[in-house]
């Protein structure tokens, strides 16, 4: 067998089988993890009766969805309602393709011999950033058909509202990476998480208003609480996919989902050196390494769901307008005034963003502390009238 | 029909204006099967885009001519009835039909029987608040006040339960007084769980009030100026939250809330963040009434507890209002009596349905997304609207 | 709330806080089946009828607001030749009731002879019709019609005195 077939053909097609179904499986545990988390956090006990502790509800969970009736409205436009929901499951998972997970690794295999690759799904592509933002910006399109292809008004407006916030979002979201490539001077992941090894530092510290603008547009561009807009249930019901049930609707929620975790990926990989241990540079901390480098990935990730499901039980959910504002008003200056102080730092060096992100560290932190060490305001001062009301006659 | 025949004009309709794009408004049908009306309102919206041109509420659904209802009963079978008007505060709906009676019997009701009774409508307003809070919160996407705020109204459940053995329709007063008195340990249980009540509260600010989200979401929401309010007949927290210090427990007192400290909350801007802020400060004040209810409780644990009423009640020929201060508004009973054991006529002001009536000049000009802000913002119950 | 606080966004993490703290605390929910909340003793559950102590004189039909309790009863003369009413027909249409407990107030025995306050709560059936259409004998068969709360004092339920003769 030819070393060419292998490389370029099987290897890839048999991770990127394998990512898939890791991805979907994760997917629909993370359903499970976060009705449990936000249980928790609501003092409930969530799901926690199927399987041992409720261990098995997801998969309860997906048997009921695919059997369940799959119902196209009337008059509903039936090739785009049906295509809705796999426009927007493609990209999500299309960019698992470019999403690092380790370092190389070698297996022995028999008949082959040993194999050295990436944990990747497919391969350290030197665009990758670019791959990614392009691809998972397509899957604007079926939220939009899967709104206006079901027939309903709601539906529509949901489908309105997320063309618009997507888009917005994905403009102070660049800028952010922007900062990212910057101080890594590449576009290729695996090169930004090795840029991070060298300068010694996260990249989280320097770009600590970059991580932020991200995030958050990562939440918008997810469409979680506290951007969930388009599906925002006291408003428009279901929002985009009101008129969606069984399986077509599971694949909505699994993307949504598939996309969370590629946020968070992404977040980690940019800003939080992706497989690396804390400190990379400090050689007493050497002991960290006995932790495989994807399980200090893993750990990220997991703590960035976390974050995202404690937004989810925390905030109120913004109104339409107000989003776009955040989005074009607040973040993208930001995020392009960040972008000029990141770029000064970078034309210094590792030293300079070790610099910047000990001024940055340091303020924010301080600014908390001083916060917390100040007198709590007093409570329940709305102005009284303190006087009983003039009787009206 | 031609367009130049004269005295036919009126009869065409005038063209629609058409919007930004070219496009004629959109009819938006808000309701009566939505998550966020509370209920079986409906209301028909003409949108611009998100905008909403006009709002029509829609009301009816839950109507089940309570008010003729009544006409059919005895004058002590309509309290369980009136409990089913505003179901989340049955005890306020309660004590006023009790103290329209009452008036029109000239029964006075013994002081501990007043302060029970207060003490109840004060845990009522709590109750009723607390599951406001949870509902507004949930209806601008924040979940999980719903979940603090039911852990404290369950507790007040559970006295209410052990007080009058029902959780919700209460039925828990009777002309001239009170069914059952108290059981033993229940005015101390009351009271502790009023002392923790307070830092409850202040969790609930925690997670809202100076959240940047909920001010943008209300602040500037659903004006409607104090003149407007009073123009409306509105009532209640909306109307306190524009200023006007109103409050029937204090302008036109009854039992014996004169003899008891606390003030009335009132806001400045008529928005919904300060019906918000009145609601959270009403909580505040109900715990303190509570407190000192408590207080007098605990020192005369004995004492009567329904006044001398007639075993069949047939009250002269006449005519009576009385009114409480219900967690919406003000609540009030116009009852007529020919003389007969039954009602001739009783009349209920529900402020929930007062209140609602200007729904569509508090939405005029705002999104749909504030539709939901804004009803929210009511405490509407489409038991009490409908009746 | 100022420039700088926004800016440090102490009112997101105030939020987060609250939940955060939550987070650690137990659940505050009950496990419904296999654990239950016992209803209070004077908790307006289900029926239950005293035949023996009935005196027939059907004030609890008059004073149930909307009609749901059917009471027939006949003169017969006993055994001293006194005129005694027996029950020909005491039926309560549960499934209208609104548990509002006049009818147990209105009873001029005593002890009284109908209660509400049982602690059956469960009263969810399959079909509305049978089930919560009770006759005098699904209203005095105590065992079957009303289940013993589980943790209830027996000594605290109502007793039927025609058991303890």
């Known amino acids: 067998m030819s070393q060419s077939l292998l490389y370029n053909v099987l290897i890839p097609v048999t991770k990127a089988v394998v990512c898939f179904l890791v991805v979907a499986l994760v997917a629909g545990v993370l359903t499970l993890i976060e009705r449990r988390v936000l249980a928790a956090l609501q003092i409930r006990k969530g799901p926690n009766r199927v399987g041992w502790n409720g261990a098995l509800q997801w998969l309860a969970d997906v048997v009921k969805l695919i059997t369940k009736e799959d119902h196209v409205p009337s008059k509903a436009e039936k090739v785009v309602h049906l295509l809705a929901p796999l426009l927007v499951m493609a990209p999500a998972l299309t960019v698992f393709a470019v999403l690092p997970f380790g370092p190389d690794f070698s297996v022995t295999l028999p008949w082959i011999g040993k194999v050295t690759t990436p944990v990747h799904a497919a391969a350290d592509v030197n665009v990758a950033l670019l791959l990614l933002l392009a691809v998972s910006s397509i899957g604007v399109y079926g939220i939009i058909l899967g709104g206006w292809g079901s027939n309903s008004k709601y539906a529509l407006v949901g489908g309105l509202r997320s063309a618009a916030q997507l888009i917005s979002y994905e403009v102070p979201m660049g800028f952010a990476v922007v900062a990212a490539i910057l101080m890594a001077n590449s576009l290729s992941l695996v090169a930004i998480i090795e840029a991070q090894r060298k300068a010694g530092v996260w990249f989280v510290f320097p770009g600590l208003i970059a991580f932020f603008c991200y995030f958050v547009s990562g939440v918008a561009e997810t469409n979680r609480i506290p951007f969930d807009l388009p599906e925002a249930e006291s408003e428009l019901v279901a929002g985009f996919h009101t008129e969606y049930s069984g399986f077509r609707w599971a694949i909505f929620f699994l993307s949504e989902y598939a996309n969370m975790i590629v946020i968070s990926t992404v977040a980690t990989t940019l800003f939080f050196g992706g497989w690396l241990r804390p400190f990379p540079n400090v050689a007493w901390l050497g002991f960290l390494d006995v932790v495989p480098p994807m399980a200090w990935l893993l750990l990220k990730v997991c703590l960035f769901l976390f974050v995202y499901i404690w937004f989810r039980g925390t905030f109120p959910r913004y109104r339409f307008d107000q989003l776009m504002a955040l989005g074009w008003k607040a973040l993208l200056p930001i995020s392009l005034g960040n972008l000029v102080l990141v770029a000064f730092a970078a034309l210094w060096g590792a030293a300079g963003l070790r610099v910047l992100g000990a001024v940055l560290t340091v303020a924010f932190a301080g600014g908390l502390l001083w916060a917390r060490l100040r007198p709590a305001r007093p409570r329940g001062t709305t102005s009284m009238a303190g006087r009983p009301a003039e009787v009206r006659v | ?387 | 709330m100022s420039l700088l606080d926004r800016i440090l966004l102490l009112d997101i993490f105030a939020g987060l806080g609250v939940t955060a703290r939550h987070l650690a605390r137990p659940a505050d929910t009950v496990e419904y089946p296999e654990k239950a909340k016992e209803p209070s003793e004077r908790f307006r559950g289900m029926f239950l009828l005293d035949e023996e102590r009935c005196i027939k004189c059907t004030l609890c039909a008059i004073e149930c607001p909307i009609n749901i309790i059917y009471i027939d009863w006949h003169s017969e003369k006993n055994a001293e030749g006194k005129a005694e009413k027996k029950l020909d027909r005491f039926d309560l249409d549960m499934k209208r009731c609104m548990f509002c407990g006049l009818c147990e107030e209105a009873c001029p025995t005593n002890p009284r002879s109908i209660w509400l306050a049982t602690k059956t709560y469960e009263l969810g059936t399959y079909e509305r019709n049978e089930s919560l259409y009770l006759d005098i004998r699904k209203l005095t068969q105590w065992d079957g019609n009303v289940k013993p709360f589980p943790t209830a004092d027996p000594a605290k339920a109502p007793v039927n005195p025609a058991k303890e003769k």
């Open chain 2, 1 to 387: 029909m031609s367009e130049g025949t004269p005295g036919t004009a009126a009869l065409v309709p005038p063209p629609e204006e058409p919007t930004l794009l070219g496009l004629h408004e959109m009819e938006l049908n808000f309701g009566p099967q939505h998550p966020a009306t509370h209920g079986v309102l409906r209301v028909v919206l003409k949108v611009d885009g998100e905008r909403i041109v006009s709002a029509r509420p829609d009301v009816g659904y839950l109507h089940r001519g309570t008010e003729k209802l009544f006409e059919t009963e005895t004058y002590p079978m309509v309290i369980p009835h009136t409990d089913r008007m505003d179901y989340v505060a049955a005890a306020t709906n309660n004590h006023a039909y009790c103290l329209a009676v009452e008036k029109i019997l000239g029964v006075e009701v013994p002081k501990r029987a007043q302060y029970i009774r207060v003490l109840l409508d004060e845990m009522q307003r709590v109750s009723s608040h607390l599951l406001w809070l949870a509902t507004a919160a949930i209806d601008l996407g924040a979940i999980t006040p719903f979940f603090y705020t039911f852990r404290e109204r369950e507790v007040i459940l559970d006295l209410f339960e052990e007080y009058c053995g029902a959780r919700l329709t209460l039925n828990c007063m009777r002309i001239g007084g009170l069914p059952v008195d108290l059981t033993p340990g229940w005015v101390e249980r009351t009271q502790a769980f009023f002392e923790t009540l307070e830092a409850k509260i202040d969790e609930y600010e925690d997670l809202l009030t100076e959240n940047r989200i909920w001010k943008e979401r209300t602040v500037g929401i659903g004006v409607l100026a104090a003149d407007r309010c009073v123009a409306w007949g509105v009532t209640g927290p909306v109307l306190r939250a524009a200023g006007v210090a109103w409050d029937v427990r204090r302008a036109l007192p009854y039992e014996c809330y004169p003899e008891l400290e606390f003030d009335i909350p009132v806001g400045k801007n008529a928005d919904t963040y300060d019906r918000y802020l009145v609601r959270v400060a009403e909580l505040r004040q109900s715990r303190r009434i509570a407190l000192q209810c408590c207080d007098w409780l605990a020192k005369n644990p004995e004492g009567e507890i329904r006044g001398k009423v007639p075993r069949v009640i047939k009250p002269a020929a006449g005519m009576a209002y009385a009114s409480v201060e219900a967690p919406k508004g003000e609540l009030g009973f116009f009852l007529v009596s020919s003389g007969a054991n039954k009602p001739y006529r009783l009349h209920v002001r529900a402020p929930s349905f007062v209140n609602l009536q200007s729904l569509p000049e508090m939405i005029r000009g705002h999104l749909v997304s504030d539709l939901v802000a804004v009803i929210g913002t009511y405490d509407i119950v489409l038991g009490e609207v409908d009746r």
